[in-house]
């Protein structure tokens, strides 16, 4: 079963109000969702997941709990226009789960991990068209190079990528991993294991996840009531980069207007940082699941 990481904390960092309304942007295996519904009796949660699959185990999750949620089978980067379509222009709290869910990953058919062999896929959207494959076989090899810099920080990116068009086509993740380590010097691969990293980027680009935070945190943080919250929980450090920069923005005067006696409205902070530097994971959570490790929570209230 999955395993919510930074689950009190998150949770906590909302400062959830039992008439309140919230949304839950990644909805997964329910947990998050599960702790925010115990905890408002006349509010309203909305949550979202692009995988139908989740969607059906957490529907029968949380309906044991009570029926004042809605759950959309959509990327939360539709969030705004999705939560308008419902009536709702404001809400009071927004939590961000950004890592996987331990039962996707685990399962061989989605073809998330570089441990069991199954066609390549990632694809978080079942109906969606790209997917790991069309990554892996179609790209250039440039493209391909690019991908892997940019989101792996991999040093081998372009002797992995020519490998990778050597050995086109590759259907499964095991032929992937071997072409992988078989481009890199053999000391590397076995104490850097770069098909971590390598399976990640290509995750990233078949599901568009650093492109879809960018555009989604502005709208969140719009469609906050004041004094409602939203809290972060990322995995990867590009992730983290784009939430942190994206909270400073939004949490500091203008550079136009500061030092002037009287700030304009329109170019005041909308959001007040709640913790300066992020909020890391116990060891005794460490311990209970080595997938929280790299997990980080950043909290911001609007003002």
């Not at 969030?79 to 308008?84: Q, Y």
Request: hydrophobic share 35%; charged share 30%.
């Amino acid at each position: 079963m999955h395993y919510s990481v930074l689950l009190n904390e998150s949770i906590e960092g909302l400062n959830i109000k039992s008439d309140g309304i919230y949304v839950d942007a990644t909805l997964g295996y329910g947990g998050h969702s599960e702790a925010i519904l115990k905890k408002i009796t006349t509010g309203k949660l909305i949550a979202f997941d692009s995988d139908q699959e989740a969607i059906n185990y957490s529907r029968n999750r949380l309906s044991k709990i009570s029926d004042n949620f809605i759950l959309i089978h959509s990327n939360f980067e539709n969030m705004k226009s999705k939560l308008n379509d419902l009536g709702i222009t404001k809400v009071d709290g927004i939590v961000f789960d950004l890592g996987f869910s331990s039962p996707q990953i685990d399962d061989e058919s989605r073809g998330f991990s570089f441990q069991k062999d199954a066609r390549l896929d990632m694809r978080m959207n079942k109906e969606q068209k790209l997917s790991a494959y069309e990554v892996v076989n179609n790209y250039k090899e440039s493209e391909l190079t690019d991908i892997f810099y940019r989101y792996a920080e991999e040093k081998f990116s372009k002797s992995i990528a020519k490998k990778i068009v050597e050995r086109r086509p590759i259907n499964t993740t095991l032929e992937l991993v071997d072409a992988i380590v078989s481009s890199v010097p053999v000391k590397y691969a076995n104490t850097r294991h770069p098909e971590r990293v390598i399976f990640q980027a290509i995750r990233i680009e078949v599901n568009r996840e650093l492109n879809v935070l960018e555009n989604v945190l502005p709208d969140a943080i719009e469609l906050l009531n004041k004094s409602g919250r939203i809290s972060v929980i990322t995995f990867h450090s590009l992730e983290d980069r784009i939430v942190k920069q994206t909270f400073k923005t939004y949490s500091e005067v203008n550079d136009l207007v500061k030092g002037l006696p009287i700030i304009p409205e329109e170019y005041k902070p909308k959001l007040k940082l709640i913790n300066r530097k992020p909020i890391l994971p116990s060891e005794e959570e460490i311990k209970e699941n080595s997938r929280s490790k790299s997990a980080k929570l950043r909290i911001v209230e609007r003002v």
